[in-house]
C-alpha cells in the first residue's frame, strides 16, 4: 500500500506527458488558448478512431469496407458503452418530441418508416464476436445469425415505436433482409415487443443489382401511392434516408460497424 | 508536497465512482458484455454533451438557438482542442481524396463551394469570449468581430483549398455575410492565405426572410447556369448542403457552436 500514492504519482506524470505528446501532434494556428487538459478525446496515431466515426455519421466518409483495424477496439468500446445508448436516445428522443409537435390528421394514413437491422433489432451480440466491423461481412454466417431469430431490441427505438404507436402513426418497417427472412423476422420483432406494423417491407430478388438507397426509396414511393403520408423515418444507414420519398424528417441512428450504399 | 499522493489518491477514488455512477445510467439490455473502462464518453447528468454534439452534426438535432448551458466546457474543449481540428482534418482529407478520383474535364468549368464562416475562416477568437454558442448571437458584436477583418483560416480548410487549386478546381464562396462586409470578407481571406476565387457571392438584401439553404440554393443555381459544374461543396452547416444544386458530392465540417437553417 505504501507504494500506491507513488505509482499514482507516476501515473499522473505519464498521463500529462502523454497529453502533451498528443496536444503536440496538430498545432494550434486558430486559436492561441491552450487547450484544457482532456479536450482531445482519445487520439490513435495515423488515425483518429472519433474523427473517422464522425466522418461516417455525417456521411462524409462513404463506401467503406469494413472498420480500420486500429479502431476495432475503440468501436467495441463505444458499441458495448454508454455512449452508443445515450447517442441513439438523443436520437429517438428528438425524434418523439418532433413527432408530438405535429398537428396530425386522424384518418390512419400517418407512417412512420423503420429501418431494422441496427435500428429495430441490434446484431450486436453477432458483431461483438465479429471484430465490431474490422471482419469482412460474411453473409453464411450473418445468414446463420439472423436465422437464430434472437436478436434483441434496440431499447430505444422500441421506446420511440412504442410511442408512435400510441400517438395514432401506423408503422412500416422495410429491411435490406430478403423476402426468404420473412417468417424469421416476424417471430423475431414479436418475440421481442414489436407487437404490430402496417407493412412489412423485405428485399425483392427484383432488386438485386441495386443500392438499398434505391430499392427504399422505391418502396417508399408505393407507400405514398397507396396514401399514406411518410411523416418520419429512421434508419442507422445514410441510405435509409436519401433518395426520393425519405419522409417529412428524417433521423439516423449511430452505426460505426458498417456501411450500405 | 506531502499531501499530494493524499489528493492523488482521492480524485482517482472520486474518478471510479464517477464512472461506476455513469455505468449504470443506462442498463446493458441489448448485449451481456461488460463494457470496458473508458468506453463511455464524458457523461453529464440529464444531458450527454457527447450525444448532443452528434445529433447536432447529423443533422438529428434542428433548429436550436443556443449550444446548452451545461455543454460550455465541454464545448469549448472540443473547439480548442485537438478533436476539433483532427475532425475537420478528417472532413479535408476525404474531400480531397474524393477531387483526387475524379476525371476532370480540363476546361476551366469545374467548380468547389466553400461557405466562409466556420469553414473557410474560423471565428474561433470571437466565440471562446462568448461562451462557444452558450451565450445568443449577438450580430452587433459579432459583426464588429468580422469588420476587424483578423479572422484566421481554418488550417484545414485552407491546405484543401490549395490542392483544389493545383488540381485546376476553380473556387467560390459562398457566404452569408452581407454584400456590406465584401471588402473587409475579401482582405480578411486574402489576409490569411485565400489568394483567389472564381466568385465571392455575399447575400443580397433580396434574400431577407428567406433561410440559407434558399439562399445557397438559389446561388449556387446561378454558377450552374453560367456553365459551371459544382463538383463539390463543403460547409460547417447542413444548410450549406441541403436544398439544391448542391454539387455531386458535399462533405460536412464540425460546428457545435451555432445553428443556421
Do not use: F, M
Given at each position: 500500500m505504501k507504494m500506491l500514492p507513488v505509482l499514482l504519482f507516476f501515473l499522473l506524470v505519464t498521463l500529462v506527458a502523454t497529453t502533451q505528446a498528443t496536444n503536440g501532434a496538430i498545432s494550434h494556428q486558430i486559436h492561441l488558448l491552450r487547450p484544457q487538459t482532456g479536450s482531445g478525446g482519445r487520439h490513435v496515431p495515423g488515425i483518429s478512431c472519433l474523427s473517422w466515426r464522425l466522418g461516417v455519421e455525417t456521411h462524409n466518409?462513404?463506401?467503406?469496407?469494413?472498420?480500420?483495424?486500429?479502431?476495432e477496439g475503440y468501436v467495441g468500446h463505444y458499441m458495448l458503452g454508454n455512449q452508443y445508448r445515450q447517442d441513439s436516445r438523443a436520437v429517438t428522443n428528438e425524434a418523439l418530441l418532433y413527432a408530438k409537435s405535429l398537428n396530425l390528421?386522424?384518418?390512419?394514413k400517418n407512417m412512420w418508416v423503420f429501418d431494422i437491422?441496427?435500428?429495430?433489432?441490434?446484431?450486436l451480440p453477432y458483431y461483438s464476436h465479429h471484430g465490431f466491423g474490422v471482419e469482412v461481412y460474411n453473409s453464411t454466417s450473418f445468414d446463420a445469425w439472423v436465422l437464430e431469430g434472437t436478436a434483441p431490441a434496440l431499447p430505444e427505438s422500441l421506446k420511440l415505436y412504442n410511442k408512435l404507436l400510441a400517438l395514432g402513426i401506423k408503422v412500416a418497417f422495410i429491411t435490406g433482409?430478403?423476402?426468404?427472412?420473412r417468417s424469421v423476422t416476424e417471430i423475431n420483432l414479436k418475440y421481442v415487443g414489436?407487437?404490430?406494423?402496417?407493412k412489412l417491407v423485405l428485399k425483392n430478388?427484383?432488386?438485386?443489382?441495386?443500392t438499398s438507397a434505391v430499392y427504399k426509396s422505391s418502396e417508399r414511393k408505393e407507400l405514398e401511392k397507396s396514401?399514406?403520408?411518410?411523416?418520419g423515418n429512421i434508419g442507422d444507414q445514410w441510405s435509409d434516408l436519401?433518395?426520393?420519398?425519405?419522409?417529412d424528417r428524417t433521423f439516423k441512428l449511430p452505426d460505426p460497424m458498417y456501411y450500405i450504399s
Open positions: 466518409i462513404v463506401g467503406w469496407t469494413t472498420v480500420p483495424a486500429v479502431c390528421t386522424k384518418d390512419g437491422d441496427e435500428t429495430t433489432l441490434s446484431n433482409r430478403g423476402i426468404s427472412q414489436y407487437h404490430t406494423w402496417e430478388s427484383s432488386y438485386s443489382g441495386n396514401g399514406y403520408r411518410i411523416i436519401l433518395g426520393t420519398n425519405v419522409g
